[in-house]
């Protein structure tokens, strides 16, 4: 799950309104492949029961005032005929588009989709290695300030090869390949298809890069119990939010990231479908939850140390071109970073 298509430039749309337009969809069952089979590769330990994980975000919901969610199911559950957008949301979906892919690059030796575009790409992945290097230096950017990629210096590759660094959703892995360029060196990227992963490792091994690994393994259900410095999320918390169960599985996404950034590591997030605004609230709500969770489990006896936010917003890219719709200024990207407390 790499991404979501952005539609074509329309100076009459805003970044709210961009939303991702599947292309020649068919049913999951003709294009599912080996959907019913995929299992988690790694050799982490386990995580909190799916059922569990969901009713806790549902709880959650519901104490939110939120409209109550549809029954969870699984990724491979055939998706309502009439939510055509939400086909995005279901890993059939990426199963059959990443096997296609992959025998599209053993045939011709393509590469596939570049989600969001190589400008973007690049700039994600600039921008986030001038942000860590500031990090890695105890230099924490304020809400007005923007990071600045050429001051990035050779002390700075010095200090990132050592940080760990995951991509969730991976896809084709070539976000792992810049930031390879830009002077990480652990790198780790995983995603629920196994298509996706097998097409990463490929492009990987071909383009010399052979040291990334790469894993099967769902974020909301994640096997990894490794902390990292650094996690990056191009177009997944997207993806996710297309299914059906979209709020539900969102709550269970930061549940799961939150246990994957390690304390004063960044989270870097690229949407087309939020505002940095939209995902800035939406850490905030998170935050709010886990705290008054922690606040009830204390009680009164500690209630100060209950009131830390776990995600604090750090920054986010300027330079992505912007345009006026309905007295507003907007972007089709954003890229937004947060610090893990």
Same mark, same amino acid.
């Given at each position: 799950?790499?991404?979501?298509?952005?539609?074509?430039?329309?100076?009459?749309?805003?970044?709210?309104?961009?939303?991702?337009?599947?292309?020649?969809?068919?049913?999951?069952?003709?294009?599912?492949?080996?959907?019913?089979?995929?299992?988690?590769?790694?050799?982490?330990?386990?995580?909190?029961?799916?059922?569990?994980?969901?009713?806790?975000?549902?709880?959650?919901?519901?104490?939110?005032?939120?409209?109550?969610?549809?029954?969870?199911?699984?990724?491979?559950?055939?998706?309502?005929?009439?939510?055509?957008?939400?086909?995005?949301?279901?890993?059939?979906?990426?199963?059959?588009?990443?096997?296609?892919?992959?025998?599209?690059?053993?045939?011709?030796?393509?590469?596939?989709?570049?989600?969001?575009?190589?400008?973007?790409?690049?700039?994600?992945? @600039?921008?986030?290695?001038? $942000?860590?290097?500031?990090?890695?230096?105890?230099? &924490?950017?304020?809400? =007005? /300030? !923007? +990071?600045? *990629?050429?001051?990035?210096?050779?002390?700075?590759?010095?200090?990132?090869?050592?940080?760990?660094?995951?991509?969730?959703?991976?896809?084709?892995?070539?976000?792992?390949?810049?930031?390879?360029?830009?002077?990480?060196?652990?790198?780790?990227?995983?995603?629920?298809?196994?298509?996706?992963? @097998?097409?990463?490792?490929? $492009?990987?091994?071909?383009?010399?890069?052979?040291? &990334?690994?790469?894993? =099967? /393994? !769902? +974020?909301? *259900?994640?096997?990894?119990?490794?902390?990292?410095?650094?996690?990056?999320?191009?177009?997944?918390?997207?993806?996710?939010?297309?299914?059906?169960?979209?709020?539900?599985?969102?709550?269970?996404?930061?549940?799961?990231?939150?246990?994957?950034?390690?304390?004063?590591?960044?989270?870097?997030?690229?949407?087309?479908?939020?505002?940095?605004?939209?995902?800035?609230?939406?850490?905030?709500?998170?935050?709010?939850?886990?705290?008054? *969770?922690?606040?009830?489990?204390?009680?009164?006896?500690?209630?100060?140390?209950?009131?830390?936010?776990?995600?604090?917003?750090?920054?986010?890219?300027?330079?992505?071109?912007?345009?006026?719709?309905?007295?507003?200024?907007?972007?089709?990207?954003?890229?937004?970073?947060?610090?893990?407390?």
């Amino acid at each position: 799950m790499a991404g979501i298509r952005l539609q074509p430039d329309d100076s009459d749309s805003s970044q709210q309104q961009a939303r991702a337009v599947p292309v020649d969809l068919v049913s999951d069952d003709d294009r599912s492949v080996a959907a019913d089979s995929w299992s988690i590769k790694s050799e982490y330990g386990s995580t909190l029961d799916d059922d569990q994980r969901h009713a806790d975000a549902a709880e959650a919901l519901n104490n939110a005032n939120l409209p109550p969610p549809s029954d969870y199911s699984s990724d491979k559950d055939e998706p309502d005929a009439d939510a055509v957008s939400s086909m995005l949301g279901f890993q059939s979906y990426w199963d059959a588009a990443y096997a296609g892919e992959l025998t599209n690059f053993r045939e011709h030796g393509h590469a596939g989709e570049v989600w969001f575009g190589a400008d973007v790409m690049e700039v994600v992945a @600039s921008w986030t290695k001038a $942000l860590c290097v500031d990090v890695a230096q105890g230099r &924490i950017p304020n809400h =007005v /300030d !923007d +990071v600045k *990629a050429e001051e990035a210096s050779e002390l700075g590759n010095k200090l990132l090869s050592s940080w760990s660094v995951l991509d969730i959703g991976t896809g084709n892995g070539l976000l792992l390949q810049e930031l390879a360029k830009q002077g990480f060196s652990d790198l780790t990227g995983t995603d629920y298809s196994e298509g996706a992963i @097998s097409l990463a490792q490929s $492009l990987a091994n071909r383009d010399g890069f052979s040291d &990334i690994k790469f894993l =099967v /393994d !769902d +974020v909301l *259900a994640t096997k990894l119990e490794q902390e990292f410095q650094l996690v990056t999320d191009k177009g997944t918390l997207d993806a996710i939010g297309l299914h059906p169960d979209g709020p539900v599985k969102r709550m269970m996404y930061w549940d799961s990231v939150a246990k994957l950034v390690a304390p004063g590591g960044v989270l870097v997030i690229t949407s087309c479908n939020s505002t940095k605004d939209e995902l800035i609230q939406e850490v905030e709500s998170f935050n709010s939850r886990k705290i008054a *969770a922690a606040q009830e489990l204390e009680g009164a006896k500690d209630e100060e140390s209950c009131r830390d936010p776990i995600f604090q917003y750090l920054s986010h890219v300027r330079t992505y071109p912007t345009f006026m719709f309905g007295g507003s200024v907007g972007s089709r990207v954003a890229t937004v970073a947060f610090l893990r407390k």
